[in-house]
């Protein structure tokens, strides 16, 4: 991936800063935001892999509904920088902690912190059915929150990933009156009765068997093919991918992890403090479900809380002193 020109070249990052945030989307830049703005030595790494960079626009962010979001990402690149927060285009691939935190980048260089924010987000996985990968962030979508408005009222499919993707077809059918449910590779018997009750309130149709492939007619989704040649058209499918939480850090930390039906996340307080000390968390990071607005307010509340241990912890020290 080649330099993004908004992240300064400091080839100089010796020493120590009062925070390293780890990830650069919406979490990060708002905790550096916060960081700057508070007067502290702040550096932001971020490896430029947002989650949701295939889509070409991200709604629900009141007065940035329909932003594309790498120029959410560049306005917030430009007013992290106005407060001298340092922005490197690198990736964190070792931490270790002692007196304070050592943070290996990838390119060979080692800075420490007093504090660090994780916000490393989620990886998603989606289902191997040719035209998923290629249509998502279009026609293949993921949250009616996120795109629902603008593909209301078309003919909705819904590609099962697990049972789970029942609450799915039910959320959507918000959206249309025209839902079918393709349970592709779960099992008629793996839908209970109270998901087979409000499946037909719905009006959703549901059709077993595994889907071969998405239809594709002139860079349009047209339709779903199943295994056995059936086909049905459909304009728009909701796939729910699996979300691989991005916690490899975490781990190397020792933090305290917590099973979910998405991946296992860091057990946090309310300002997303870890169980490790001096580590906080925002965004997909500590969660599965937080949207660009949350993942900014995350990223605000774990700064506002790191700045007030710093200097709370500085005052302690003169005191003892």
């Known amino acids: 991936m080649t330099q993004n020109k908004d992240f300064t070249r400091n080839e100089d990052l010796a020493g120590t800063y009062d925070v390293v945030v780890v990830g650069g989307g919406a979490a990060g830049l708002s905790a550096a935001l916060v960081l700057g703005r508070s007067r502290l030595r702040a550096l932001l790494v971020d490896a430029g892999e947002p ?12 007065t940035r509904d329909g932003m594309s979001p790498a120029e959410f990402l560049a306005l917030g690149r430009e007013e992290v920088a106005r407060y001298g927060v340092e922005l490197v285009h690198d990736r964190v ?8 935190f050592a943070v290996r980048l990838a390119g060979g260089r080692t800075v420490r912190a007093r504090r660090l924010i994780v916000t490393t987000g989620l990886r998603d996985e989606l289902p191997d059915v040719p035209g998923v990968a290629e249509r998502y962030g279009r026609d293949v979508l993921h949250c009616p ?12 499919g819904v ?26 590779t779960v099992a008629e018997r793996e839908l209970s009765d109270d998901d087979l009750r409000r499946l037909a309130a719905a009006g959703v149709e549901v059709v077993p068997g595994e889907v071969a492939a998405l239809r594709v007619e002139d860079d349009r989704l047209t339709g779903v093919r199943l295994a056995d040649g059936t086909a049905h058209e459909r304009t728009v499918v909701f796939v729910a991918p699996k979300a691989v939480p991005q916690t490899g850090l975490m781990e190397r930390l020792g933090a305290e992890l917590r099973e979910t039906p998405f991946g296992a996340y860091p057990v946090v307080d309310p300002t997303g403090r870890t ?16 949207q660009v607005v949350h993942a ?25 002193e």
């Open 51 to 62: 989650r949701n960079a295939p889509s070409d626009h991200m709604q629900g962010y009141l």
């Open 93 to 100: 691939v070792d931490v270790a902690r002692d007196e304070d």
């Open 145 to 156: 929150f996120c795109h629902g408005w603008e593909v209301r009222d078309e003919r909705f």
């Open 159 to 184: 590609l099962a990933t697990s049972p789970l993707s029942v609450h799915q077809a039910l959320m959507v059918s918000g959206w249309s009156a025209d839902v079918t449910l393709f349970l592709h």
């Open 275 to 290: 169980s490790v000390p001096g580590v906080w968390t925002a965004g997909n990071a500590m969660g599965f479900a937080e």
């Open 296 to 320: 900014a307010s995350g990223g605000y509340r774990a700064a506002a809380a790191v700045v007030g241990d710093l200097i709370m912890s500085s005052l302690d020290s003169a005191v003892a």
